[in-house]
């Protein structure tokens, strides 16, 4: 019994002494892109480029790779909708991204580590216009990045993202009893820069 404690606790030590540390990684940024086109008049409504905010939880998955939960929230708006014939308006709202993916490394220095970042999941755009409501739909996301170790439990990361949110031809938004647009296209395009500090725990 003792030799199998004895065992039990080196291989213990062992997987400490190899494990990987959870990461938290705060994040602003600037986000731009995003359009849509309206079928009923084939007018552009371009959203707004504005400051994001955003939170990233890594967790270890093998030698230089991870798994991450990615959050980002875009406060912004989506200008000249048309509500009647007579009348357009602004629309403020708020572009969030959900998702599931990870990195994996392109390159590794002393003290640089490039990587490739990616994941799927959805977004939710919510209005701020009496009659309308919020969208969720499905979407994807990739991009670079880099980060330089400060210190042995703080890095900074710095990275690009590009987001595509999926739509059929033809779909309806922000309706609630009824459509405030009616758009075409298969994708919603958006990009992102980002920098936060990696907390490794």
């Known amino acids: 019994m003792k030799n199998i404690n004895k065992i ?26 995003g359009e849509f086109v309206d079928t009923a008049n084939d007018k552009k409504h371009t959203i707004v480029s504005s400051d994001v905010l955003g939170l990233i939880l890594s967790f270890p998955y093998e030698q230089g790779k991870d798994i991450e939960i990615y959050y980002s929230h875009q406060s912004s708006e989506l200008k000249s909708v048309t509500l009647t014939t007579s009348e357009t308006t602004d629309i403020p709202l708020s572009i969030d991204y959900l998702h599931i993916g990870g990195t994996a490394p392109i390159a590794e220095f002393d003290s640089l580590k490039t990587f490739m970042s990616g994941g799927v999941g959805f977004t939710y755009i919510s209005p701020d216009l009496a009659g309308s409501q919020s969208d969720l739909r499905a979407s994807l996301s990739i991009g670079v990045g880099m980060k330089w170790p400060i210190s042995k439990r703080i890095a900074l990361r710095l990275e690009t993202r590009g987001f595509a949110t999926m739509y059929n031809n033809n779909s309806a938004i922000l309706c609630n009893g009824g459509c405030t647009l009616q758009v075409s296209g298969s994708f919603f395009v958006q990009a992102e820069v980002l920098a936060g500090l990696a907390i490794r725990f």
Do not use: D, K, M, T
């Open 8 to 33: 039990l606790f080196i291989c213990l030590l062992a997987f400490s002494a190899n494990s990987y540390s959870v990461e938290i990684i705060p994040l602003i940024g600037y986000r731009g892109g």
